[in-house]
């Protein structure tokens, strides 16, 4: 590794994977959902512009902090003037409460519980984001001028994919449950979808949508209860990774890094469109994910644990989940020039890197 830090690196990678940094300088930019890993690196993405002669007028930070306020947040709303950060409730507070709503130029809603522990345990909630919040806010826009607004629906939306749509392509209409455990996710997303859909054709609203597929890497908080979290939980604190299924379920996995500027070009596309954002290759079982994490963990933080199987106390662990998850990314390699590049084995050691360097986990 050389001298320079792993967060480092990646702003640098952003900076070279997109060029259109200008768009946003001396723009007013709201971000609900902020206090994620994915509002951990736009929200930093964002501020850094300042030192490259681009700031943005102002950047306004939302989120409900139900899963907790983590300490960057705070730090950044002290540290810059032009940051400012509101504990709002996209769905149930009004846009009133926030006069500084009605000036954005970008507005990116990610407000939504997207672990699977987490939005079991809150539903209700969940659902409330992905369709009442976004309903006031494509209301609020409905008649202002609005440079871009980007929904972040997920790859959720396609359910456990019959194996002739794997890869799957965006125009696949999914296999999804309206009923189960994982139904208040997928469902609200789907719903959320349909109402950037109608705000767009009935409006004219420049409304864009992505559907994350599998990211991981710094930011994520290590109770995330998302597998790249639980395997970087077990290794910096030694302990032995527990899987709750027989292994073989496959997903792809995409670098924080690479993600981000699929958003951000997705952002500032010129028309209504959704697109996959992930990770295309290779498509890797839970154990062989294990397998990577175990030998980088042994060289980073001389991890001495091993992989065990067991079965889920929770009944409903594994209802619904889809067997194979692995993106067709033909359409935003086409139309966005979306090339993600940063392999899992690179990903996955900056990631557990990047703990090292923080010496305090996330």
Known sequence: MSSRSTFEKDMTYLYEQFPSHHLFADKTIVITGCAGFLGFYLTNYFISLGQHGMQVKQLVLVDHFLLGKPAWLEELANKHEYVQLHAFDIARDSFSNVPIFQQADYFIHMAS????????????????????????????????????????????????????????????????????P???????????????????????????????FNNYGPGMKLDDKRLPADLANAIIHNKDI???????????????????VGYLRVLVHHEFDYFNIGMDNPELSIKELVDIYVQAGKEIWGYTGQCTFAESEDGDYLTDSPLRRCPDLSKAKQLIGFEPSIRVEEGVRRYLQYLKEESVPT
């Open 242 to 260: 527990v899987i709750y299924s027989d292994g073989t379920p496959t997903r792809t996995f995409c670098y924080i890094a690479d993600a981000i």
């Open 113 to 180: 519980i997207a672990s699977p522990t987490y939005y079991r345990q809150y539903p209700v909630e969940t659902m409330e984001a992905n369709v009442w919040g976004l309903k006031q806010i494509l209301d609020g826009y409905r008649d202002k001028p609005l440079s871009g607004l980007l929904f972040f629906s997920s790859s959720e939306v396609y359910g456990d994919p019959l194996p002739a749509f794997i890869p799957t392509p965006e125009h696949y209409r999914g296999n999804v449950s309206t009923i189960g």
């Open 182 to 212: 994982r139904a208040c996710y997928d469902e609200s997303k789907r719903m959320g979808e349909t109402l950037c859909y109608v705000y767009a054709s009935q409006y004219g609203m420049p409304i864009r949508i992505v559907r994350p």
